[in-house]
């Protein structure tokens, strides 16, 4: 896997949807979040689902800049197939803003914010989650947690139905840049994080979800990008990581384009 995608199943609103297989991250060896427990969790849709992201204010929405043309944002889903009509809000897109300096995901600066047509209207199951104006760089050994509906197992033919997280483990850089993990393959910069398995349990996102959170101390520091496989001990996911310079960009884009 380059970028992390694809899941199948059955979206469910106030329509009904025929959901394909698309972009994304899944999640290996998680589990079933409390439902609406995580209400800033946002699911991306071309013409079909397509990635994650993060509702990060009432009109717009942060995600990985290779999920591309997405078109629809769906907000206060848990399960996929059940009627969450009186949960869910349904916002189209009005612009996409990709980083500019992004070109490929394995690159670097893959993060995109979204413009909504309309504000959210924040409820029990519809939260904004704001960004803090620094954020820390997560030291090697730090426990984290990321989310998505993507698929369960590498193998897998499809997504999970409901909302799954799991927690994972940052790896030093100058590891993941070694020969057992990225040397040759890709180069991890001081704007990107490695997170995955702690050296035993295997943990990890992968098809179902780029776009989505990496959140540490229960703030948010990255945004699901890229990796090899799923679920492999040396071949973390990589994610985007917010710097000070991203936090500007985002910031001035939202500022710049109300």
Sequence with gaps: MSCL???TGLL?????LIVHSSDGSEIINGKEVKPHSLPYMALLLRTRPACGGILIDESWVLTAAHCGQIRTVFLGVHSIKANEANSRQVINVKKRFPHPQYVSATKGNDLMLLKLDKPVKETRTVKCLKLDDAIKDPVAGTSCMVAGWGKTNEDANAGSDVLMSVTVTVVDREKCNSAKYYK??????SGMICAGSDGKRIADSCHGDSGGPLMCSDGLVGVTSFGEGCGRIHKPTVYSYLTEEQLKWIKETMKSNI
């Design 5 to 7: 995608g694809a899941f």
């Design 12 to 16: 469910s609103c106030m329509v009904l």
């Design 184 to 189: 040759g393959i890709y180069q991890i910069t």
